[in-house]
């Protein structure tokens, strides 16, 4: 990359690399804090989709209380209450914990934004189309990050939360990989606010999933593993949509095409801050 001298250079108190729901939450937990001059830069800007099972957990739901966003979420979310569990045997069991453990359904787009949004009205400055691309490092501390474009933003305190395909990851070891693809329809059958986790062969050792998002549309999908990369993930979708859900899916309106992503992960990092400064681990949600 060849540096621009002319290039914008930002200045600010924390750089959040990444406007997802980690970079966005973080950025307006430090707002709160009083902490006045926080910059988020991201390489895509606002409103914007993600392929994403969409679940929030209950420790996700307590996380947005304890930010004072939760309110302003909850009418864009479809609750959920029970779990259907499938065996790779067929067995069936239905559990709940009923309000105490509710989860949630929240499309991603809906998600990202409104904590965004949130942060924005907080005070936290943004920058898109910031394709960020390499630390600036003075001595072993970082103190700003750098876009390809060659546009800079020099911070005291830099957090990178860019998902797990980050450039600027501390993973020592080699990264893993599952494998993922789901697909969207209205007019399913399915127990209200409940979520379907199949185990069958075709995935082990992973599962297949339901997620209701709204009183209609339901997302349906599959995780599997292929180190390898030696299986047809369409021709493993289909045979288990036709084992697990061919009476439910007659009649049901398909919503767009198929999406399948890589949900990446290590179990080896390396330090998670620097002295006299610090940057943080890779943060995905």
């Given at each position: 990359?060849?540096?621009?001298?002319?290039?914008?250079?930002?200045h600010?108190?924390?750089?959040?690399?990444?406007?997802?729901?980690?970079?966005s939450?973080?950025?307006?937990?430090?707002?709160?804090?009083?902490?006045?001059?926080?910059?988020?830069?991201d390489?895509?800007?606002?409103?914007?989709?993600k392929?994403?099972?969409?679940?929030?957990?209950?420790?996700?739901?307590?996380?947005?209380q304890?930010?004072?966003?939760?309110?302003?979420?909850?009418?864009?979310?479809?609750?959920?209450?029970?779990?259907?569990?499938?065996t790779?045997?067929?067995?069936?069991?239905?559990?709940?914990?009923g309000e105490k453990?509710?989860?949630?359904?929240?499309?991603?787009?809906?998600?990202?934004?409104?904590?965004?949004?949130?942060?924005?009205e907080?005070?936290?400055?943004?920058?898109?189309?910031f394709?960020?691309?390499?630390?600036?490092?003075?001595?072993?501390?970082?103190?700003?990050?750098k876009?390809r474009?060659g546009?800079?933003?020099?911070?005291?305190?830099?957090?990178?939360?860019?998902?797990?395909?980050?450039?600027?990851?501390?993973?020592?070891?080699?990264?893993?990989?599952?494998?993922?693809?789901?697909?969207?329809?209205?007019?399913?059958?399915?127990?209200?606010?409940?979520v379907?986790?199949?185990?069958?062969?075709?995935?082990?050792?992973?599962?297949?999933?339901?997620?209701?998002?709204?009183?209609?549309?339901?997302?349906?999908?599959?995780?599997?593993?292929?180190?390898?990369?030696?299986?047809?993930?369409?021709?493993?979708?289909?045979?288990?949509?036709?084992?697990?859900?061919r009476?439910?899916?007659?009649?049901?309106?398909?919503?767009?095409?198929?999406?399948?992503?890589?949900?990446?992960?290590s179990?080896?990092?390396?330090?998670?801050?620097?002295?006299?400064?610090?940057?943080?681990?890779?943060?995905?949600?």
């Amino acid at each position: 990359m060849q540096d621009n001298e002319d290039a914008p250079v930002t200045h600010a108190k924390v750089v959040v690399v990444g406007a997802g729901p980690a970079g966005s939450a973080t950025a307006l937990h430090l707002a709160q804090l009083g902490i006045d001059d926080v910059v988020i830069v991201d390489l895509h800007d606002f409103p914007r989709d993600k392929t994403c099972g969409s679940g929030l957990s209950p420790r996700a739901i307590t996380t947005l209380q304890e930010l004072k966003i939760w309110d302003s979420i909850e009418p864009l979310t479809y609750p959920i209450t029970d779990l259907r569990i499938v065996t790779r045997d067929g067995h069936e069991a239905l559990v709940s914990a009923g309000e105490k453990a509710a989860a949630a359904i929240c499309l991603r787009r809906d998600l990202d934004f409104e904590i965004h949004e949130r942060s924005l009205e907080a005070g936290v400055k943004f920058l898109p189309g910031f394709a960020a691309s390499e630390p600036i490092v003075r001595g072993d501390r970082w103190i700003g990050i750098k876009a390809r474009d060659g546009r800079e933003v020099r911070a005291e305190w830099v957090v990178v939360a860019n998902g797990a395909h980050s450039t600027l990851s501390t993973a020592t070891g080699p990264k893993r990989m599952i494998h993922a693809i789901m697909g969207w329809w209205e007019g399913v059958d399915y127990r209200p606010h409940t979520v379907e986790m199949i185990w069958d062969d075709l995935t082990l050792p992973y599962y297949g999933w339901l997620f209701p998002e709204t009183e209609t549309r339901v997302n349906i999908g599959i995780t599997y593993q292929d180190d390898h990369k030696l299986k047809n993930a369409r021709r493993i979708f289909r045979a288990f949509l036709a084992k697990h859900y061919r009476d439910r899916l007659e009649g049901a309106t398909q919503l767009g095409k198929w999406k399948g992503h890589p949900i990446v992960y290590s179990y080896r990092l390396g330090h998670l801050w620097t002295p006299g400064g610090w940057w943080s681990a890779r943060l995905d949600a």
